[in-house]
Every structure is written in structure tokens, then in C-alpha cells.
């Protein structure tokens, strides 16, 4: 749904009735909380508790940010008085020059990952709400004090610097940090999102094309990416054979994963033909960003260091964070998977068949989800249900599973990414 200008001046009026308004140079300043503001935000965000995350998935920032955009804690009021401290980080400001103050403030930088958001999914059915009503990804770099994206696909609606067809559209976004990135890393990252941008004319379609199968990734475990060795040889320009296509979450893994690899320095490593015994002689400089995930797993119930979570579990994932009692637990849980009189008419056409076609297919995910935590027999059948849902459903690498893996805790041995806060577009 696009943003109206009434809606817009809506957003202005809500904001500024309840902040102080930002000076026309850029102040010293933090996320903050004010009352008002919060309840009239929270009615017109208007978003289940479970698209909204725990404290502990919140990026260490610097408490005195440079910006001349309001900078607010929103703490969703269905989670007042429970644990977590559920919420989102809104950085409001006006569309126009957001890119420039987004990479001066260091509330963008090179590497992270943008995940348009979308508030109208929620009580849109269990599907648009599984995915935390995130529908696209996309990487951040810093070039000439700008950020700009490189998405996939590699056209001209969505690569740009903020200000194409898809992001003078999206109303909402989140920035996700990865962590330890090097100052060498990102420097790498720059280099290669430029030369994919600089060629994007003649590598999309022809060498690099979009898959629109999200349940069809390249990834296989304990095997190594080719996949990404391909994308790092059709950035340099070198031979390739058949079309690479990948869906915009397989993209921004593919992207990251050459964060370790200098394009000016590595190029040989990226020629080299297969060798002896192993298909693909991928370079040792790729490192994937972060695991990707099965379909379910089992940190919910047994909340260990080596215990992962699943491409399914965002919403299960904050709503365990909260630590309600058990009837208020299950009540939220199966808010889940109900659909508001009215929810599928705010999705796209597009969207709105596939939410159809896959609420049958995730009426099971209920049964697990009230399960995970449940009585013994109902664990059984829970991780019984996961495991059917994991044989359907390869690693994989959503838009959403780089918000879900901040909602790890932040010492646990697979948590990779940080989230940094939420753009609200006016």
C-alpha cells in the first residue's frame, strides 16, 4: 500500500505534537521515550507486539548521534508490563535527504542490511505476519557521503540511493548491522556493489537474473558456494556460463559473503578452474555472514548456546522474549494465525495470493508454535511438526531471518546480526 499524502501529514502531525521539533542542524541526541508520543504512534503504526523486537536485539549505538531527523523509542504498548522490552527504534525524517543524513549520522553504514518493512501486513494472516511483515532486502554502502542500496534485482527500480521506485514507495525500514566488519571489509564492499552497479545494464538480465522461487536456494550445507565465486566473477567481468539468478535475501548473503575478498587483489583466486576431487575451488577469502536456517529448530525449547532458531519462528521468538503467563502466552501465539475482518485487502495483489495459498500450509505451524513450551506430549508433537516442516523446506536465507537472528541473545554463538533501528519515511 503506497503512503498518502494525507498519511504522511498525518505522521507529521503525530510527531510533532508529541517531540520537540529538530533544530535545522544536526544535534547530539539518543532514541528517547515520551508517553504521549508512544500511545499516538502506537495507533498509527498499528502493528502486532511480535513486529516489533526485544531489547537485546538492539545494536550498541553512540549515545550522542548527529542528526537533524527525531530520534524515538517506541515501546509497543501490547507488551506493557511484560518482559523484553519489546519495541522498535523510529528514526523520523523527511524522505528527501535521508540518504545523506542516514550515512552522516552512522545510523547507515557499509554492509548493512535493509529490510522494507510493511505495518499494513499485520492482521493480514499467519503468512504476512510469519515473515514480521518484512517483504524485501537489500545492502547498504557509503559512497560520497551518500548510502546507497544494490538489491536484487539489479534494475533501476530498486538499486539507487534510496530514491527509486521502491523506496520512494516504502513508508517504513529497517537497518540491520552484521557483526565485526572490518573498516577492510566494508571498503571490499564498496568495491564490489560498484562494480555491480557500474555494469548493471549489461549483467542484468543477461549474466545475473532474479528468482523469484524464494524456497529454491542455491545454499547447500557442508557444501561450498559456487554460487557466490559466480557473483564475484560477473562483478570483474570474467567468463561465466549460464545465468546466475538469485531472489534478494540470496543476494545480500551471496554480497556479504565476499566481504573478505579485495576484487583488486583476488582476481586470479576467482579464475581458477576446478581442481581435483571438488567442483568448485571457491576462494578462502568468502565467508558466509550468517548460518542460514531451517525452517524451525530448537532454541525455544531449550534456549542453549548451540541451539538455532528457524526461518518460522520470528513471531514465536518474540513472544517467548516477553515471558507471559501461560493463557496469555497462547492467546498471543494464536494471534498469530488469525486473519482481521478486512487484513488481506491491504496486501498487494501479489502478496495477497500467496498469503492465501500458504495459510493452509502453515495452519500446523499453530499446533507447533503452542507446543514448543508446552507439556511433554505437546513437544512431541511440536518437534514433530518442525521436523515435517524442515524436510519441505531447505536452509535457507528469508528477507526476515536477518531480523530473526537478532532476536538471539546477544552472547549466543550464532547471533550475527544486530538490529540498529527503523526508518519511518515522511
Not at 149 to 156: A, G, M, V
Not at 172 to 187: Q, S, V
Not at 198 to 207: L, T
Not at 391 to 416: A, C, E, F, G
Amino acid at each position: 500500500m503506497h503512503p498518502s499524502i494525507k498519511s504522511l501529514h498525518k505522521w507529521a502531525i503525530l510527531l510533532a505534537a508529541g517531540c520537540v521539533l529538530s533544530s535545522p542542524h544536526a544535534q547530539a541526541k539518543d532514541f528517547t521515550y515520551n508517553e504521549n508520543t508512544n500511545a499516538r504512534i502506537a495507533k498509527k503504526l498499528n502493528i502486532p507486539v511480535f513486529f516489533a523486537v526485544p531489547a537485546r536485539a538492539r545494536a550498541e549505538l553512540s549515545s550522542d548521534i548527529k542528526t537533524t531527523d527525531q530520534l524515538i523509542d517506541f515501546k509497543h504498548p501490547a507488551a506493557k508490563g511484560a518482559d523484553g522490552d519489546i519495541g522498535l527504534r523510529l528514526i523520523y525524517g523527511s524522505r528527501r535527504g535521508m540518504a545523506k543524513r542516514l550515512a552522516q549520522s552512522g545510523l547507515v553504514k557499509t554492509g548493512d542490511i535493509l529490510l522494507s518493512f510493511r505495518n499494513e501486513w499485520g492482521g493480514a494472516g499467519s503468512y504476512p505476519h510469519v515473515q514480521m511483515g518484512i517483504s524485501h532486502s537489500a545492502v547498504a554502502y557509503i559512497k560520497d557521503g551518500v548510502v546507497h542500496n544494490i538489491d536484487s534485482p539489479l534494475s533501476r527500480t530498486y538499486i539507487g540511493k534510496l530514491d527509486s521506485k521502491h523506496y520512494r514507495e516504502l513508508k517504513f525500514m529497517h537497518i540491520i548491522r552484521p557483526r565485526n566488519l572490518t573498516e577492510t571489509d566494508r571498503e571490499n564492499l564498496v568495491k564490489w556493489s560498484t562494480l555491480l552497479v557500474k555494469d548493471s545494464k549489461s549483467i542484468y538480465p543477461n549474466k545475473f537474473s532474479f528468482n523469484s522461487d524464494y524456497n529454491d536456494p542455491k545454499y547447500r550445507r557442508h557444501k561450498r558456494p559456487g554460487f557466490v565465486k559466480k557473483l564475484g566473477k560477473i562483478a570483474l567481468g570474467q567468463k561465466t556460463t549460464g545465468n546466475l539468478s538469485m531472489y534478494c535475501s540470496e543476494f545480500v548473503w551471496s554480497l556479504l559473503s565476499l566481504r573478505g575478498c579485495d576484487p583488486d587483489t583476488t582476481q586470479q583466486a576467482f579464475q581458477r578452474k576446478r581442481i581435483f576431487l571438488r567442483r568448485w575451488n571457491v576462494p578462502s577469502c568468502v565467508k558466509q555472514p550468517m548460518q542460514p536456517m531451517h525452517a524451525t529448530d530448537t532454541f525455544v525449547a531449550r534456549k542453549g548456546r548451540g541451539n538455532y532458531i528457524g526461518l518460522a519462528e520470528g513471531p514465536l521468538m518474540v513472544i517467548d522474549a516477553m515471558n507471559l503467563p501461560e493463557a496469555e502466552r497462547e492467546k498471543t501465539l494464536h494471534s498469530v494465525f488469525v486473519t482481521k475482518p478486512g487484513g488481506l485487502k491491504k496486501l498487494s495483489t501479489g502478496h495477497r495470493k500467496v498469503a492465501k495459498q500458504m495459510a493452509p500450509k502453515f495452519a500446523p505451524l499453530e499446533t507447533y508454535y503452542l507446543g514448543t513450551s508446552s507439556s511433554f506430549g505437546k513437544r512431541i508433537k511440536a518437534r514433530t511438526i518442525g521436523i515435517m516442516f524442515n524436510i519441505q523446506v531447505p536452509d535457507n536465507y528469508s528477507p526476515t531471518s536477518y531480523l530473526i537472528n537478532t532476536l538471539l541473545p546477544k552472547n549466543h554463538k550464532w547471533r550475527t546480526m544486530d538490529y540498529v533501528a527503523t526508518v519511518v519515511f515522511r
